[in-house]
């Protein structure tokens, strides 16, 4: 019935454009009704691969196809289908013995975990020692070693002079980085500084109850960035001092360089072998992304596919609830707001369809670890190369009134001043990340994107105005708890967020350019991206 009212008032204001000043305003009742449904108990937490998913998947197909966004799915469909595996190391198939260490113990010394592409296997191989994994211009980590065979140990952490989005950068792709050396198994030494993010009792803690996932490609094999890694895992601080005992460069050396600015950590074969059996449960799933396409206006740029995202999934329903507690997360601001906030874009681009073609995903499995994202940007339902942009929203702490936004990414791209453009539009200040250590922008789903070449925008709120206790307030009480209830949500702060996200889609669909990635830029370059001056047919 929601979906006929909404049809209805579609059409209406479809026919009004012409006459009303504000046919692109942000509906506000139907902005609230989305984040209601969306965030109600009966959705079960949305949790990705779960029936309460697949409701909410069924709901946004539904506004989609009420606005007239074009089925941009699987085969005619708004759904495509994200297959995936989930694995988790067998009870006692895991181990690892270290020539001359004696008898080792499971969650004492060393965890270890498989692969999803191999239930289970045994790696024999001589262990190196690569420092922090860092293949910089002026600093190559891998350049005095043979990893061929090799299981690779690596450090937390690195120089002071790497920002944390090129750290985060570093630590995602260092197992791909370690596989295309050859490499078959990777483990992490706790030291100090890792001790002061996760202690080793906490990793235990998380790795023994972990379980991991990945999507399988259309070739029916499962995803890993580093295929030839079969093994990974941690060693104990105990373990790690044991490790380096005798060497020229020992524990107590490390401990000492990494608290230095330079982190200056040799390479080296450590001279014996290790022995890591593993072995995983295997469990497959299907969970849908929702995508919708909007036809751009200009043919010109009609193989130029601006992809706005939002994720649809949350963490589902707590596994462990204690007598009379709520066990739903409802996940109102993560991020029934983001998938509510952009359907309205949708709508209002709709009102007066911009130049290029628009697709608007409802992402799954972004709490998985990017998962559908990253399936979606490596087999997207549009030829690869003709996603050009990416402008993602993942819960705006809309609960405040906000005087300023953060716009992550877009300086490193000519999207920047699309996004100036909007935000003075509506007397908004553009704040300058406050919180660059946390890396946001390599953590939600943009960075999918990013990692295929592909600029990214993802707009968050400021810290002007209360904003920064409002934000503290809730990733302190609520964020990814039972109580991230619909109560939380500012709609007329959502509203005016949404309506600022709708102007940086246009004006990105807009542009008179392709975007591109600035000259030099980091992720642009690493990632092999479109680089402004450089492009075909550019200036
Ligand atoms: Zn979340």
């Known amino acids: 019935m929601l979906n006929r009212i909404a049809a209805a008032a579609l059409a209406l204001?479809?026919?009004?454009?012409a006459i009303v000043a504000h046919a692109q305003d942000v509906d506000l009742d139907a902005l609230e009704r989305d984040v209601t449904i969306l965030a109600a108990d009966d959705m079960e937490g949305r949790e990705a691969g779960t029936r309460g998913h697949e409701r909410a998947?069924?709901?946004?197909?539904g506004r989609f196809a009420a606005m007239g966004l074009e089925p941009a799915g699987d085969g005619g469909t708004y759904f495509q289908s994200v297959p995936m595996r989930r694995y988790a190391p067998t009870e006692d198939g895991n181990s690892l013995a270290i020539e001359g260490l004696g008898e080792l113990e499971l969650f004492e010394d060393y965890y270890v975990e498989g692969t999803a592409q191999q239930e289970s296997g045994s790696i024999t191989a001589p262990l190196v020692f690569i420092g922090y994994g860092l293949d910089l211009p002026d600093r190559d980590d891998f350049a005095d070693v043979d990893l061929e065979g090799a299981v690779a140990i690596r450090v937390y952490g690195g120089p002071d002079s790497l920002n944390s989005e090129e750290s985060?950068?570093?630590?995602?792709?260092?197992?791909?980085?370690?596989?295309?050396r050859g490499a078959v198994g990777m483990?992490?030494?706790?030291?100090?500084?890792?001790?002061?993010?996760?202690?080793?009792?906490?990793?235990?803690?998380v790795s023994s109850h972990g379980s991991s996932m990945t999507w399988v490609g259309p070739d029916g094999r499962a995803h890993a960035e580093g295929p030839n890694i079969l093994a990974s895992g941690s060693l104990s601080p105990d373990l790690s001092r044991e490790l380096l005992a005798g060497q020229e460069f020992d524990y107590d050396d490390l401990v000492a360089a990494e608290a230095t600015p330079e982190a200056d950590l040799p390479s080296f074969a450590l001279g014996r072998e290790i022995t890591i059996n593993f072995a995983s449960d295997f469990a497959d799933i299907d969970t849908p992304n929702v995508i919708g396409m909007l036809p751009g206006s200009d043919p010109a740029v009609a193989d130029e596919y601006i992809v706005l995202t939002a994720h649809l999934d949350h963490v589902g329903i707590q596994p462990t609830p204690e007598e009379g507690d709520d066990e739903i997360f409802n996940g109102a601001l993560d991020n029934a707001v983001g998938v509510a906030s952009m359907i309205q874009v949708a709508r209002m681009l709709g009102e007066e369809p911009p130049r290029r073609p628009v697709l608007v995903i409802?992402?799954?499995?972004?709490?998985?670890?990017?998962?559908?994202?990253?399936y979606n940007a490596a087999n997207p339902t549009v030829p690869a190369e003709q996603v050009v942009a990416n402008v993602n929203l993942d819960m705006p702490v809309a609960t405040y009134d906000f005087a300023d936004v953060v716009a992550f990414g877009a300086e490193?791209?000519?999207?920047?001043?699309?996004?100036?453009?909007a935000v003075e539009q509506f007397g908004l200040t553009l704040s300058p990340d406050p919180q660059p250590e946390q890396g946001f922008f390599t953590r939600s789903d943009q960075y999918s994107y990013v990692r295929r070449g592909v600029p990214a925008v993802y707009l968050d709120l400021g810290f002007a105005n209360g904003g920064e206790e409002a934000q503290g307030l809730v990733f302190d009480q609520h964020y990814h708890?039972?109580?991230?209830?619909?109560?939380?949500?500012?709609?007329?702060?959502?509203?005016?967020?949404?309506?600022?996200?709708?102007?940086?889609?246009?004006?990105?669909?807009?542009?008179?350019?392709?975007?591109?990635?600035?000259a030099g830029d980091f992720f642009g370059t690493n990632f092999g991206g479109r680089i402004l001056g450089e492009a075909a047919g550019g200036e």
């Open 57 to 61: 998947a069924g709901y946004v197909a």
């Open 412 to 421: 490193r791209s000519n999207l920047n001043p699309q996004v100036e453009a």
């Open 481 to 518: 708890e039972p109580s991230d209830e619909i109560d939380l949500v500012n709609f007329d702060a959502l509203a005016r967020f949404t309506a600022v996200n709708h102007a940086i889609a246009r004006n990105v669909a807009n542009m008179a350019e392709t975007p591109a990635w600035q």
């Open 187 to 205: 483990l992490l030494m706790t030291t100090p500084e890792l001790e002061q993010i996760y202690s080793w009792d906490r990793l235990v803690e």
């Open 362 to 374: 409802a992402l799954t499995a972004e709490e998985k670890g990017l998962l559908g994202s990253s």
């Open 13 to 17: 204001s479809a026919s009004l454009v």
């Open 168 to 180: 985060a950068h570093f630590r995602s792709t260092l197992s791909k980085r370690l596989s295309d």
